[in-house]
Nanobody, 116 residues
Framework: QVQLVESGGGLVQAGGSLRFPCAAS????????MGWFRQAPGKGSEFVAA????????DYADSMKGRFTTSRDNAKNTVYLQMNSLKPEDTAVYYC?????????WGQGTQVTVSS
């Protein structure tokens, strides 16, 4: 079963950028649909992005389109989230998730704080 660990969150100014990885360990990473969701204070989970196993098809929440990009490097068992034009509303804990034959897995989350 794949296990996921996010890293690279932090504090950035509005309009800035942030890129962070989700490193996977385990078998059959390339068969997993991977993605991201976030939880902001006082809010529930919100879909952010998804990417298929080969990394040639992606999906994004409307508010992230044109600003966020997810990609993956299966040779490194890693999926990435590139965040541009960040807004204070993007402040949240970001989680990496995956879905495969073994079920659903997710990471521990990483805090992203965007200052105004």
């Amino acid at each position: 079963q794949v296990q996921l660990v996010e890293s690279g969150g932090g504090l950035v100014q509005a309009g800035g950028s942030l890129r962070f990885p989700c490193a996977a360990s385990g078998r059959h990473f390339s068969n997993y649909v991977m993605g991201w969701f976030r939880q902001a204070p006082g809010k529930g989970s919100e879909f952010v992005a998804a990417i298929n196993g080969k990394g040639d098809s992606t999906d994004y929440a409307d508010s992230m389109k044109g600003r966020f990009t997810t990609s993956r490097d299966n040779a490194k068992n890693t999926v990435y989230l590139q965040m541009n034009s960040l807004k204070p509303e993007d402040t949240a804990v970001y989680y990496c998730w995956g879905v495969g034959a073994g079920g659903r897995v997710w990471g521990q989350g990483t805090q992203v704080t965007v200052s105004s």
